[in-house]
Every structure is written in structure tokens, then in C-alpha cells.
């Protein structure tokens, strides 16, 4: 079974500038979720999908941040415009509701941004 | 919101046991879990607890719940040198209001 494919691996982008990441969720999977992992600390939740609405976006900086799934699979995050303290490893996971232990999420390899 | 926390780093000889520790506020999570990254990877999951379970175990890894003092713990038998990694606790409520801890890194020391 294919695992959460995400794009970029590595991005360097300076201050202002916009960036968008890409998440491919394990097949079937109808809950996606996006983390923001800065360095030395746990995931903390940006952003919860049920297949293409929200549940949950009470954490995103919706002044700079933005995400969609347009049609419950793939989804993207964009950070416009990007700021220093963005700088953090973006995790995307997906679940499947319903299925026991409850929604257990399956992560990707993340996309590591740098922002000077 | 579910507050979780965990020491920050432990160090073991290869071959000893390691003992995970985590404690969170909010009793309504409805599964526990424990993850783990290593360098430059996502997350993994190794394994998870549902709330009523006081302990759980899975090859050389044992789980214990004190519902009671909100603690969870990670028991790693025989660790190895592939065990070095950071160990993340976790709980939510059916697929929602997931909180990580900050991590904890296991360092095995040959």
C-alpha cells in the first residue's frame, strides 16, 4: 500500500514570498490533516479535512495561511506572504474514519521550509 | 484544550529497557497513541491504546495507562541502536483534537 506522498521535500524561499506544498493521501482515506512541526517541538494541527470540507482549522494563521482539497484527495497549503518564524517541517497525514483504533493517522515525509 | 507532555530526552545502553513517560490533562481522549521520527522522516506509528486498556503490548514494545494520573508510558524491551529516535505521545477523540507532546529523544548508547 502507497504511503502519504508529499512535494516538495525541501524548500528555501526568502521573507514575503509565497509557497505552496502538496499532499497525496493514502487511497481511500477520507480525513487529511496538515502539521506544522517546528524544530524540537511536537506536530501541532493546522488543518483538518473531512473529505473536502473543514473540521477543523481553529490553529491556521488564516491571515497568511490558506489550504484546500478541492476534490477530496489531494490537497495543498500555501503560505502567502511567508514569514521567518514559518520556518518548520510541514507534515501532511491522512485516516481512515470509522476503521478501530479510531482515525489513526498515517504520515508523510514531510516538506522541510526555510524562510530567510 | 488536551495539554501533553514528556520529558525530553533519555539515554540507554543497548540491550537495557527504556521507559517512555508521558502525562496529559484532558481525560476524554478516546485513544492514546505513541509515534515515532527519526532523522528527516515523518512520523511512524507504533503502536496505540484505547482509554479503557490499562496496558497493552506488542512484541518489545509494552503500553500502560493510569487513567487515574492521566500517565502513559512506552516500555521498550532490548533496545537497540535503531530504537535512537524521538518518541512522540499523542491522544484524540475518534480521529479529531490530536495534540502531540513535545517529544521525547532516545539516545541507545552501544
Known amino acids: 500500500e502507497a504511503g502519504v506522498a508529499q512535494s516538495p521535500r525541501y524548500k528555501i524561499i526568502e521573507k514575503r514570498q509565497s509557497v505552496a506544498f502538496w499532499c497525496n493521501p493514502i487511497s481511500g482515506h477520507a480525513t487529511l490533516y496538515w502539521y506544522q512541526q517546528i524544530l524540537g517541538q511536537g506536530p501541532k494541527l493546522l488543518i483538518q479535512?473531512?473529505?473536502?470540507?473543514?473540521?477543523?482549522d481553529s490553529q491556521l494563521p488564516k491571515d497568511r495561511f490558506s489550504a484546500e482539497r478541492l476534490k477530496g484527495v489531494d490537497s495543498t497549503l500555501k503560505i502567502q506572504p511567508a514569514k521567518l518564524e514559518d520556518s518548520a517541517v510541514y507534515l501532511c497525514a491522512s485516516s481512515l474514519v470509522g476503521s478501530v483504533p479510531g482515525g489513526t493517522q498515517y504520515f508523510g515525509p514531510g516538506t522541510r521550509l526555510l524562510v530567510l | 484544550g488536551e495539554d501533553v507532555e514528556q520529558s525530553l530526552f533519555l539515554s540507554v545502553r543497548e540491550g537495557d529497557s527504556s521507559v517512555i513517560n508521558c502525562t496529559y490533562t484532558?481525560?476524554?481522549?478516546?485513544?492514546l497513541y505513541w509515534y515515532k521520527q527519526e532523522p528527516g522522516a515523518g512520523l511512524q506509528l507504533l503502536t496505540y491504546?484505547?482509554?479503557?486498556?490499562d496496558m497493552k503490548q506488542d512484541q518489545r514494545l509494552t503500553v500502560l495507562l493510569n487513567k487515574k494520573d492521566k500517565h502513559l508510558s512506552l516500555r521498550i524491551a532490548d533496545t537497540q541502536t535503531g530504537d535512537s529516535a524521538i518518541y512522540f505521545c499523542?491522544?484524540?477523540?475518534?480521529?479529531?483534537?490530536?495534540?502531540f507532546g513535545p517529544g521525547t529523544r532516545l539516545s541507545v548508547l552501544p
Open positions: 479535512f473531512q473529505n473536502n470540507g473543514v473540521v477543523d
Open positions: 499523542a491522544g484524540g477523540l475518534e480521529g479529531q483534537n490530536f495534540v
Open positions: 491504546i484505547f482509554s479503557n486498556m
Open positions: 484532558d481525560s476524554s481522549s478516546t485513544y
